[in-house]
């Protein structure tokens, strides 16, 4: 019998076997609705502060700043052995702040930073841009995202393969070295990959690209301005970078910008990914599926005390984020606890075990047990979720 033509193939976990993540909201469910649970919040975690808002995105900025003088600082005095270790450092750290700043102006594209749809669109655009990534063209399909959380056919990010688990292919995909590759591809290219081609979309949705106005999967015909504004933000950012190529060199430019950049990037799959996927936390189609059901399919999860503070908390507060993704992040990490404790055992958290006392490794193997386990879903008549093998 050849590989991948296995017998018998155990498709899911029993329900007993699966953890309290697979709680899902009974339908009707006049206990738990997005009216009772705002009113399970402390209004002033609705409001927005442009105190803390531009407080937030102005220490961003000088650390941004301050790093890049440490760096070179710390080069001009350490032997030259010792410099490699210097830069990791830098672009660890950078690959962080990037990251916190791209988080801001996705709060920009919610309209969670300010009270003002201008100021917010002015930010966002002038952050997301300087991080080569088209502003309103992402901020459309992640309301499509946040609209269609955990549906099928209709979700716009990481919709898992329906794939026999016995075909070679998904086999493959589960050994440390297949895992280990989409890890790397995720990593190098994932981010474009999606914004090109829509890459982890759903099926129907695949080679549509961010940067065409008339992709009509993603965009209505109102949207194509505000595509092509995109577009003009992501050619000046190129542009920069070329100029920066020229003016300092191609090793200046890739160790000082390029890699943390590209940090950051896979810092936005790894989240999303982890955000919303765990073995034991189903996928719904047209019939099973509502609003409040895939908002409620989201993760809270931390990467440590350190990363959470540079990412401005997005993973450990991202159930509320879902249920009111206008909320500033600093009220949806006072709001978490009245939301968990509304929800009780629908509430998802799968915060990590430490790894060398590190919940920040802890979180990165996690993702990998993910990456490796959860890759394709399926289900039986008595299902009415679809769930991973």
Known sequence: MGKGAHAAVPLRKLPEQRSELANTLPQPCEEITKRTLRESIPAHCF?????????????????????????????????????????????WYQGLTFTGLWVLAHECGHGGFTDSRLVNDAVGFLLHSSLVTPYFSWAITHAKHHHYTNHMTMGETWVPSTANPAKQSVEAAKTPAGTAKRIAVVALVGWYAYLLFNATGSRQNLGQSHFNPRSKALFKRKDADYVRISNVGMAF??????VGMHTWGLLAFVRSYLIPQMICNFYLCAITFMQHTHPDVPH???????????????????????????????????????????????GAIEATPYVAAHLGKYY?????????????????????????NAVCVGRDEEDECYWFH
């Open 47 to 91: 409001k927005r502060s442009y105190t803390h808002s531009f407080c937030a995105l102005g220490w961003d900025c000088l650390a941004v700043g301050v790093a890049f003088w440490a760096v070179h600082a710390a080069c001009a005095v350490l032997p030259w052995w010792a410099s490699p270790f210097a830069w990791l450092a830098y672009v």
């Open 237 to 242: 950012a190129i542009a920069a970078c070329a």
């Open 284 to 330: 719904f189609d047209d019939s099973q599926w509502t609003w409040l059901r895939g908002a409620l399919s989201t993760i809270d999860r931390t990467m440590g005390p350190f990363a959470d503070m540079k990412t401005h908390y997005i993973c450990s507060s991202h159930v509320v984020h879902h249920i009111f993704s206008d909320m500033p992040y600093y």
């Open 348 to 372: 998802k958290r799968a915060y990590p075990e430490k790894l060398f006392g590190s919940e920040y490794l802890g979180y990165w193997r996690d993702y990998y047990k993910a990456s490796r």
